[in-house]
């Protein structure tokens, strides 16, 4: 599977950059050496200016890429959601039953990424990282009404939508598929981030397999408890 997808294009708004950073070798350079640095120092620390001194280019080359660090945010984790979909799709696609394919899908976003997994130039486990401890900042914003509106969160609204057809084809009468998607995908980032830097609100010990089964055990009780048309 994950060579099948390594052949894939993952497809990000063209909206958010300036110009497609896959377009060209420095256009790389910025994602892969942004992403570490990212990681290294977290988001608000992390600029241009220090980005283009570890490439040994010009601020203003950067900025031709990507009009702020935002910008770069967003794409970082829409390609992310786009490189996860990918998975949930192969991993669901010949399971038959809707409570295999959810539980298939849960482990999905739960499983833990080696930091030395990579995509051609991106570090998936670093990106990993990202999407847990920043990628809130994408949204949580004034601009959130506006940035929807230009599709920049299609790609995490596409996964949400995805797991949500699979609730409602295991309780059709379930009125809350949405709802429970998206406290699946948040909290799981939330407990994986707790439990690295707040231990003490989790009871999760960075065991994903822990995790996984919480998450698959809360979803399919509720799911079969609630028949709220």
């Given at each position: 599977?994950?060579?099948?997808?390594?052949?894939?294009?993952?497809?990000?708004?063209?909206?958010?950059?300036?110009?497609?950073?896959?377009?060209?070798?420095?256009?790389?350079?910025?994602?892969?050496?942004?992403?570490?640095?990212?990681?290294?120092?977290?988001?608000?620390?992390?600029?241009?200016?220090?980005?283009?001194?570890?490439?040994?280019?010009?601020?203003?080359?950067?900025?031709?890429?990507?009009?702020?660090?935002?910008?770069?945010?967003?794409?970082?984790?829409?390609?992310?959601?786009?490189?996860?979909?990918?998975?949930?799709?192969?991993?669901?696609?010949?399971?038959?039953?809707?409570?295999?394919?959810?539980?298939?899908?849960?482990?999905?976003?739960?499983?833990?990424?080696?930091?030395?997994?990579?995509?051609?130039?991106?570090?998936?486990?670093?990106?990993?990282?990202?999407?847990?401890?920043?990628?809130?900042?994408?949204?949580?914003?004034?601009?959130?009404?506006?940035?929807?509106k230009e599709g920049f969160y299609a790609g995490y609204k596409r996964m949400v939508i995805r797991i949500s057809e699979i609730i409602k084809e295991l309780n059709p009468n379930f009125g809350f598929a949405s709802t429970l998607t998206s406290t699946i995908i948040e909290g799981i980032q939330d407990q994986k981030y707790f439990a690295e830097h707040l231990p003490t609100l989790?009871?999760?010990?960075?065991?994903?397999?822990?995790?996984?089964?919480?998450?698959?055990?809360?979803?399919?009780?509720?799911?079969?408890?609630?028949?709220?048309?």
């Open positions: 599977m994950n060579n099948l997808i390594s052949q894939m294009q993952i497809q990000v708004n063209e909206k958010v950059f300036l110009k497609d950073p896959n377009s060209s070798e420095l256009g790389k350079k910025i994602i892969a050496k942004s992403i570490e640095l990212i990681v290294e120092m977290g988001l608000e620390s992390f600029t241009f200016r220090k980005l283009a001194t570890q490439l040994e280019t010009t601020e203003s080359s950067i900025y031709r890429y990507f009009e702020s660090k935002h910008k770069l945010l967003l794409y970082l984790t829409s390609w992310y959601w786009g490189w996860l979909e990918y998975h949930l799709v192969f991993s669901t696609a010949n399971i038959s039953s809707a409570e295999e394919r959810l539980k298939a899908a849960i482990k999905v976003i739960s499983k833990d990424i080696p930091d030395n997994e990579m995509f051609g130039h991106i570090n998936l486990g670093l990106l990993n990282k990202i999407v847990i401890s920043e990628s809130s900042k994408a949204y949580l914003t004034k601009q959130v009404d506006d940035a929807n989790t009871d999760i010990s960075g065991d994903s397999s822990i995790l996984t089964q919480f998450y698959t055990d809360m979803a399919i009780s509720t799911i079969q408890q609630n028949n709220t048309p």
